[in-house]
C-alpha cells in the first residue's frame, strides 16, 4: 500500500509529534508513505472564506501532483480533509471552473484532471488496510483504558463531500478503531461538535468554554484520555486546557491524544516515540494505565 502523503501545516509545526507518530505507525503497518514535493496549505480558515477560488487552485496544485505520481492521497488531518474534499467536489462538479483553475496550474506545467480522493488515515485504516490486519499487529492491547472519540467539525460534513452517503461507516470509524485497539468507549454528544478553534483569536472566552464543556463531560464520564483525528483540535483541547480548568474554576487534566499515537501505543510504541512528553497535559497517568510509562 501507497499513498502521496499530505501532512498539514499543524503537523509541521504546532504538534510535529504527529508527523512522527504518522511516520511510525505507518512503517509498521507497512503503509508506504510519499510525501508530496512542494504541498502547501489547504487553504483552511481565512484563506478559504476570503479568496475561495485562491483556496481551491492550491488544492488542485496539490491533487495534480499525486496525479503525477500516480497515488491516491493520505491526509491526517480532518480540516484538510474537509477543506480538500469540498474543493474536489466544486471542482468535479463544474469543469469550466476546473479549467480555470488549471490555467492558473499550468504556468507551473501542471494539471488538475480531477481523478484525486484525499483521505483521512482514520477511513484509511478501516477501509483500505482492513481492522482484521490491524489487529494482527497490536502488541498492547489497551485494555483497562477508557477513551472518548473526538472529531470535531471538518471529518463529518458536509457528508456530501465526505462521501458519507457511500460510506456510512465513517460516522462511527473513530468509535470502531477504539475499541478495536482494545480500549473501552466512552460516548458522548458532543463528539461532532466544534472545539472551539475557528473562534480562538476573535473570542477567546467562548472558544475557552468549549474546551472545559467537552473535556469536563467526558472527564465527569471517567474517561482517562479523548483522541482526535484534528490536529487543529488537539491543539485546543489540549493547549487550553489549563485555561478551561480555570474558567470551570475546577480541575480537567483530561490527555488528549492524537489518532496515530493510540494506534501507536497500541502498536507497542513508547510514550517517547509517539511524542506524548510534548503534550501541554501531562499523560503519566495514561502511560502507567497501560504499561507504557517509564
Given at each position: 500500500?501507497?499513498?502521496?502523503?499530505?501532512?498539514?501545516?499543524?503537523?509541521?509545526?504546532?504538534?510535529?509529534?504527529?508527523?512522527?507518530?504518522?511516520?511510525?505507525?505507518?512503517?509498521?503497518?507497512?503503509?508506504e508513505?510519499?510525501?508530496?514535493s512542494?504541498?502547501?496549505?489547504?487553504?483552511?480558515?481565512?484563506?478559504?472564506?476570503?479568496?475561495?477560488?485562491?483556496?481551491?487552485?492550491?488544492?488542485?496544485?496539490?491533487?495534480?501532483?499525486?496525479?503525477?505520481?500516480?497515488?491516491?492521497?493520505?491526509?491526517?488531518?480532518?480540516?484538510?480533509?474537509?477543506?480538500?474534499?469540498?474543493?474536489?467536489?466544486?471542482?468535479?462538479?463544474?469543469?469550466?471552473?476546473?479549467a480555470?483553475?488549471?490555467?492558473?496550474?499550468?504556468?507551473?506545467?501542471?494539471?488538475?484532471?480531477?481523478t484525486?480522493?484525499?483521505?483521512?488515515?482514520?477511513?484509511?485504516?478501516?477501509?483500505?488496510?482492513g481492522?482484521?490486519?490491524?489487529?494482527?499487529?497490536?502488541?498492547?492491547?489497551?485494555?483497562?483504558?477508557?477513551?472518548?472519540?473526538f472529531y470535531?467539525?471538518?471529518?463529518?460534513?458536509?457528508?456530501?463531500a465526505l462521501?458519507?452517503?457511500?460510506?456510512?461507516?465513517?460516522?462511527?470509524?473513530?468509535?470502531?478503531?477504539?475499541?478495536?485497539?482494545?480500549?473501552?468507549?466512552?460516548?458522548?454528544?458532543?463528539?461532532?461538535?466544534?472545539?472551539?478553534?475557528?473562534?480562538?483569536?476573535?473570542?477567546?472566552?467562548?472558544?475557552?468554554?468549549?474546551v472545559?464543556?467537552?473535556?469536563?463531560?467526558?472527564?465527569?464520564?471517567?474517561?482517562?484520555?479523548?483522541?482526535?483525528?484534528?490536529?487543529?483540535?488537539?491543539?485546543?483541547?489540549?493547549?487550553?486546557?489549563?485555561?478551561?480548568?480555570?474558567?470551570?474554576?475546577?480541575?480537567?487534566?483530561?490527555?488528549?491524544?492524537?489518532?496515530?499515537?493510540?494506534?501507536?501505543?497500541?502498536?507497542g510504541?513508547?510514550?517517547?516515540?509517539?511524542?506524548?512528553?510534548?503534550?501541554?497535559?501531562d499523560?503519566?497517568?495514561?502511560?502507567?494505565?497501560?504499561?507504557?510509562?517509564?
Amino acid at each position: 500500500m501507497k499513498y502521496a502523503y499530505f501532512p498539514g501545516c499543524v503537523s509541521q509545526g504546532g504538534a510535529p509529534e504527529l508527523h512522527t507518530a504518522t511516520k511510525l505507525i505507518c512503517q509498521k503497518l507497512g503503509i508506504e508513505i510519499q510525501e508530496i514535493s512542494g504541498w502547501t496549505c489547504c487553504g483552511a480558515g481565512v484563506m478559504q472564506e476570503k479568496n475561495q477560488l485562491f483556496s481551491d487552485t492550491l488544492n488542485a496544485r496539490t491533487f495534480a501532483k499525486a496525479e503525477q505520481a500516480g497515488l491516491p492521497i493520505l491526509t491526517i488531518c480532518s480540516t484538510c480533509q474537509g477543506v480538500m474534499g469540498q474543493a474536489n467536489l466544486r471542482m468535479k462538479r463544474d469543469p469550466e471552473y476546473l479549467a480555470q483553475i488549471n490555467s492558473y496550474l499550468a504556468e507551473e506545467g501542471l494539471e488538475y484532471k480531477g481523478t484525486a480522493e484525499p483521505k483521512h488515515l482514520l477511513w484509511i485504516l478501516i477501509e483500505d488496510y482492513g481492522l482484521d490486519n490491524l489487529l494482527a499487529q497490536v502488541t498492547r492491547p489497551l485494555s483497562g483504558l477508557r477513551v472518548a472519540p473526538f472529531y470535531g467539525c471538518y471529518i463529518v460534513r458536509p457528508t456530501e463531500a465526505l462521501d458519507i452517503e457511500e460510506h456510512p461507516e465513517r460516522q462511527t470509524s473513530l468509535e470502531t478503531l477504539i475499541e478495536k485497539v482494545g480500549a473501552t468507549l466512552v460516548d458522548f454528544a458532543g463528539k461532532t461538535r466544534c472545539c472551539g478553534f475557528p473562534i480562538l483569536t476573535i473570542n477567546e472566552k467562548n472558544s475557552v468554554a468549549m474546551v472545559a464543556k467537552h473535556t469536563a463531560e467526558v472527564k465527569e464520564l471517567g474517561a482517562d484520555a479523548m483522541v482526535t483525528p484534528c490536529p487543529l483540535c488537539h491543539l485546543n483541547l489540549d493547549g487550553y486546557q489549563p485555561k478551561a480548568s480555570k474558567q470551570l474554576n475546577r480541575s480537567i487534566n483530561l490527555p488528549i491524544l492524537h489518532l496515530p499515537q493510540l494506534i501507536g501505543l497500541a502498536l507497542g510504541f513508547s510514550h517517547q516515540e509517539m511524542g506524548l512528553q510534548k503534550h501541554i497535559i501531562d499523560t503519566k497517568p495514561l502511560q502507567l494505565k497501560i504499561g507504557a510509562g517509564s
